[in-house]
Every structure is written in C-alpha cells, then in structure tokens.
C-alpha cells in the first residue's frame, strides 16, 4: 500500500502535490444528510494557510474548495465526497538549483532512494500543501462531531522555541496570528520571529489539541487503541518528531499515587490520562501535545550531495516559515477530529445497542 488513505468507516485519501496543478482529497464513508456548502471550508483553510500574516510563508494560494461530489442540494448523500483545491501561486524557479541535490533535514534524499524519482518543486507530496486537504475533510468532520455528539476540538501554540505561555485564555488563541494563549505576550512574539526570519533560521514549536464533549467509549482494545490512532494520526503531520497523550513523557517523574485519576460520582479528580484510558475514552477532555521541529527550509548554507554523490553547499530558496508551528494548530486539530469521527463510526457499528452504562461520571 501506498498509504494515501486515512481511516477504517470515515477513511480520507488525499492526492496531489505542492506545485502541481491541484491538490485533493476522497471522503467516503460519511453519513448521509449532513448540511454541508462549499464557503464552510473557509474559516479554517484561512487558519491554516500561508501568506495571512508575515510570520508565516508569503505563498498565497486562494484555496477554493471545489465540491466534486457526495453532496446534493446541500447534504451529503453517503456516497464518496470528492474535493479539489486548485494551486494558483506556484513559484517552482525557486527550487531550481537543487533538482540535482538534497537538501539537507528534508524528505530529498529519502524519496529518492524510495522511488528513483522525486518532484523537487515546493517538496512535491512531502509538502505541508497537502495538508489543506486534511484540514478541509475534517470541516467535515468537526461538523458531524459537534452536531451528533457535541464535540469541540481547539488547538493552541504552547511553545515557540524556549518561550512558553504565562497565561491561557481561550478567547485570546484566535485573536493573534499565532494560536497564543496569553495576549501579553503576542508584541515579544511577533519581535522573535521577525528576528529569527532576519537571521535567515527557524525554530521548533508545541502545538497542543483539546476535544471536549467525547463521551466515554469511544476506542478499541488492544490493536485499535483511541491514542493509538490518534498518536499515528499526529505523528504523520509534516514536521512532527514528537506525540504525547495527557501527561506523556511527564508522567516519567509522577508516581501511581498522583497519576491515576481518582473519579467519584462528581467527576474526575485529574486527568493525566488525556481522557484515554486503556485506549478507550473516558469521557474527559481527550489532550494530546505534538512537538514540531525547527523546518530544514532555511537561508543558511548547509552541506549535503548532489545525484552524482559529490558534495554541495546547499541554500534554501523560496518562501518558507521560520516555525512551522505556528500553522500547524489548525492541522492538528484536523487529524484529532478524524480520528475521533472514524472511532464514533466505528463505536456506532460495535455497540450501538449497548446504550448508556450506569454509573456514568460526569
């Protein structure tokens, strides 16, 4: 398999590449009568895309979405949703000089040795392009989800480099380009990136992801574990090196004593867990943490080789971010809320029939 799907009853394969003529994606397996119009898709492709702000890259694509089937007189009909974006800023000169070469911390050098051939403009399917499409299933998604279930799946920047958030306000992430909790500190942000972009490098980031209104049950045993699917679905983001589910790699340093998320008939007294518990939801905020690397796409020369195994210095041309994080919340809320509309399919197909189990804490 060439693994360009995604999903077991809501499966999304997207197709296309950076500077090819369009990009796309294939839902199937949605359920019928779902309110759905083309100008939906606007609100978070605009969060995702580049050129809205000057922190991100100044490419500027219209990202139209195009409804190609699935949907009649505005609802899905169950049948396969077909969805085309056409590419309108391609600026593959830029990629010129290392048609020949590898750049160095990319995807080159590995689908060279993969398929004996690669599209070195933009980066071709390893693009972060392709993650538009993502974004625009899971508008699918998000709806389905909030209107059967009341879910609601946020995202936020919790890191840029060494600087963390010394607030959080959740009416304050929209308000700034960079998904920020804490509103005092946006000025100092927008001084650091303008700087880092000066200097020609880039930065890592920690983007995390909050799905509330989960009720418990959702998840497999075993092989199909709810933070199974969801760490995979993270970790396929472009640039991700990092996924935790809770607490993660914190609960390192806890003990069992303050750990476990003690539960009474009020509620849950923590939740380290992530809302997940042997892969099943346990009806708590499901919370999952992604670490981003600093992108390889950088102004400063780097060494590497080029196809006849000779070494080269290589520079990065082109229009690129200097933190891929600060777009990628947006696309990490896109692969929770797949994974979270694939598992309330596939519950539904299970257990349907189960009903509520008593005693249900709140």
């Known amino acids: 398999m060439s693994s360009n799907s995604f999903g077991k009853l809501f499966t999304v394969t997207?197709?296309?590449?950076?500077?090819g003529p369009a990009i796309g994606c294939v839902i199937d397996g949605c359920p019928p009568g779902l309110a759905i119009a083309a100008e939906e898709f606007r609100g978070?492709?605009?969060?995702?895309?580049?050129?809205?702000?000057?922190y991100t890259s100044q490419r500027h694509e219209a990202d139209e979405v195009e409804i190609l089937s699935g949907v009649y007189q505005g609802r899905t009909t169950g049948t396969p949703i077909a969805l085309l974006i056409r590419n309108t800023d391609q600026r593959s000169k830029d990629y010129g000089d290392i048609v020949q070469s590898f750049r160095p911390g990319h995807a080159d050098y590995t689908y060279w040795q993969k398929y004996g051939i690669r599209d070195p403009r933009g980066g071709g399917r390893s693009s972060a392009r392709e993650t538009t499409m993502r974004v625009a299933a899971?508008?699918?998604?998000?709806?389905w989800l909030a209107e059967h279930h009341g879910?609601?799946?946020?995202?936020?920047?919790?890191?840029?480099?060494?600087?963390?958030?010394?607030?959080?306000?959740?009416?304050?992430?929209?308000?700034?380009?960079?998904f920020w909790p804490d509103a005092a500190q946006v000025p100092a942000l927008e001084s650091y990136i303008n700087a880092l972009r000066k200097s020609g490098d880039s930065v890592g980031a920690r983007v995390n992801v909050v799905a509330d209104g989960v009720p418990p049950g959702w998840g497999e045993p075993i092989y199909g574990k709810l933070d199974g699917d969801l760490a995979a679905a993270l970790m396929s983001i472009n640039a991700v090196k990092g996924v935790e589910i809770g607490d993660g790699f914190a609960a390192v340093a806890q003990r069992g004593s303050g750990h476990r998320d003690e539960m009474g008939m009020d509620g849950f007294a923590s939740n380290h867990a992530g809302g997940i518990l042997g892969g099943i939801s346990s009806g708590q905020p499901?919370?999952?943490?992604i670490a981003l690397k600093p992108t390889s796409s950088i102004l400063i020369p780097g060494h590497s080789v080029n196809l006849a195994g000779e070494p080269v210095e290589v520079v990065t041309k082109g229009r690129h971010d200097p933190c891929v994080g600060i777009r990628a919340t947006p696309i990490a809320e896109a692969?929770?809320?797949?994974?979270?509309?694939?598992?309330?399919?596939?519950?539904?197909?299970?257990?349907g029939d189960v009903g509520a189990v008593a005693p249900r804490i709140p």
């Open 14 to 19: 997207t197709f296309g590449e950076s500077h």
């Open 44 to 54: 978070d492709l605009d969060r995702r895309a580049t050129g809205r702000s000057r």
């Open 138 to 143: 899971a508008v699918v998604a998000k709806k």
């Open 151 to 178: 879910v609601r799946v946020r995202g936020y920047l919790a890191q840029i480099g060494n600087v963390v958030p010394d607030a959080f306000d959740w009416d304050v992430v929209e308000q700034n380009p960079f």
């Open 286 to 289: 499901v919370v999952a943490s």
């Open 335 to 351: 692969m929770m809320a797949l994974v979270l509309m694939d598992h309330a399919l596939r519950h539904r197909a299970q257990c």
